[in-house]
């Protein structure tokens, strides 16, 4: 059973920082990783799809990178900003079987970035 | 474009009674899926439609669960009756294909009293 697993629970940095966030899985199967973004009381915005053939992603600020033999992603943010300050959401595709279609989602880690 | 809509955005009930969730994917995706999170948890997958057929339905909880998709358009899900272990916020997310990403609404935050 695919489980993801999300560390730090909680990340609070000063303004212009250097981050990680970091995402595990239990099942290399997998067909994509998918990193979200959930601001309070709002929806969950995609920031970074990365295919299991690829190994890394990048977008403005923001790297994720994907190791899928040792279940391991990373979403790396440069410069941090306070308005980065958001919930940070991992999610894997399963690649096989009916449940193609479905993510498994890890706890998050609540990210606060002080100015 | 227009993203994907979910009404209402709020629902306060009493253990019981029905509620009726609703979700309009982007236009012109035939996959659309429901997920659920509740207090401390992890956001988990209920069900997923291609068009209007249901492809996976192996998270739904349970038979007072009833989720369709008629004319592969939007989609409701139905609790009834409802229970306390139903509160949560209910999200769905709409998708052009399997393999790429998935785009979700602001989600449903349902209360059973």
């Known amino acids: 059973k695919q489980e993801v697993t999300q560390i730090p629970a909680a990340l609070s940095v000063p303004e212009g920082e250097n981050l990680v966030l970091n995402c595990s899985f239990t099942d290399s199967a997998i067909y994509n990783l998918q990193w979200f973004r959930q601001d309070p009381g709002k929806g969950l915005t995609s920031l970074l799809l990365?295919?299991?053939?690829?190994r890394e992603q990048t977008s403005g600020r923001l790297n994720a990178s994907l190791d899928k033999s040792s279940g391991r992603s990373t979403l790396y943010i440069a410069a941090s900003q306070p308005g980065d300050s958001a919930t940070y959401l991992c999610?894997?595709?399963?690649?096989?079987?009916?449940?193609?279609?479905?993510?498994?989602f890890g706890k998050g880690t609540k990210l606060s970035v002080k100015p | 474009e227009a993203g994907v809509t979910q009404f209402p955005s709020h629902s306060v009930i009493e253990k019981g009674q029905t509620v009726t969730l609703r979700c309009d994917p982007i236009s012109g995706h035939d996959n659309l899926y429901w997920y659920r999170r509740v207090m401390g948890k992890e956001i988990k997958f209920l069900l997923h439609f291609v068009k209007e057929s249901k492809q996976d339905e192996s998270g739904m909880p349970n038979n007072r669960f009833l989720a369709e998709r008629t004319g592969g358009t939007y989609s409701t899900l139905k609790v009834q009756p409802a229970e306390l272990e139903d509160s949560g916020v209910y999200f769905c997310?709409?998708?052009?294909?399997?393999?790429?990403?998935?785009?979700f609404g602001p989600g449903t935050r349902l209360t059973v009293l």
């Open positions: 999610a894997v595709r399963l690649g096989y079987g009916g449940s193609q279609g479905n993510l498994i």
């Open positions: 990365i295919q299991s053939s690829q």
């Open positions: 997310a709409s998708s052009p294909s399997t393999s790429g990403s998935m785009f």
